[in-house]
């Protein structure tokens, strides 16, 4: 067969992802539930999404960068509070929050109420970050500070410092 031919034959349709209410894979990361909605692999690894509810009080990751990848927070319910650099943003409800690569930032649940945020990660790599984090938790090793920025570091993810 011709290339030509090859090429013109009809392709199979992009199977389709339906993730209902309750599926999806958990992750426990102490306080925080993740709910991976879309790991990449039904992308082409050019998405992913994931659910998670912030408890009460969770104070987020150290503030960092990340250098492959933008990240997207769409909070549901609750109020999230985003530091990036030395501003804060208490994103409520309804609130889009969209961090390019080389942005420093973290994030909190800093009120009495649990916060539930959709996040995207584009491209998809950074969900193998929270399933790391999770065997670390696993293996009953403390959460500290630099066991997730040890973790961030496979992920072309930096503490952030003054400097980009």
């Known amino acids: 067969m011709t290339e030509e031919a090859e090429n013109s034959r009809p392709q199979a349709s992009p199977t389709v992802s ?30 992913a999404i994931a659910e998670s509810v912030l408890a009460p009080h969770t104070q987020g990751p150290p503030q960092h960068r990340h250098a492959g990848h933008d ?21 409520s409800a309804g ?9 420093p ?13 959709l996040s995207t ?7 193998q970050y ?5 065997d670390v938790l696993a293996t009953g090793r403390p959460m500290t500070p630099q066991a997730g920025i040890d973790a961030m570091s496979h992920y072309a993810t930096v503490p952030a410092t003054d400097s980009p």
């Open 18 to 47: 339906v993730v209902g209410p309750g599926d999806g894979e958990t992750i426990l990361l102490g306080p925080t539930r993740m709910r991976v909605l879309e790991d990449g692999s039904h992308t082409g690894h050019r998405l």
């Open 71 to 91: 990240e997207g927070f769409y909070i549901l319910s609750g109020t999230v509070r985003f530091t990036v650099g030395d501003e804060d943003h208490d994103a």
């Open 95 to 103: 609130t889009l929050v969209i961090v390019p690569p080389g942005t």
């Open 105 to 117: 930032h973290t994030f909190a649940n800093p009120t009495d109420l649990p916060a539930v945020m």
């Open 121 to 127: 990660f584009t491209p998809d790599l950074y969900v």
């Open 130 to 134: 929270f399933r790391d984090l999770q």
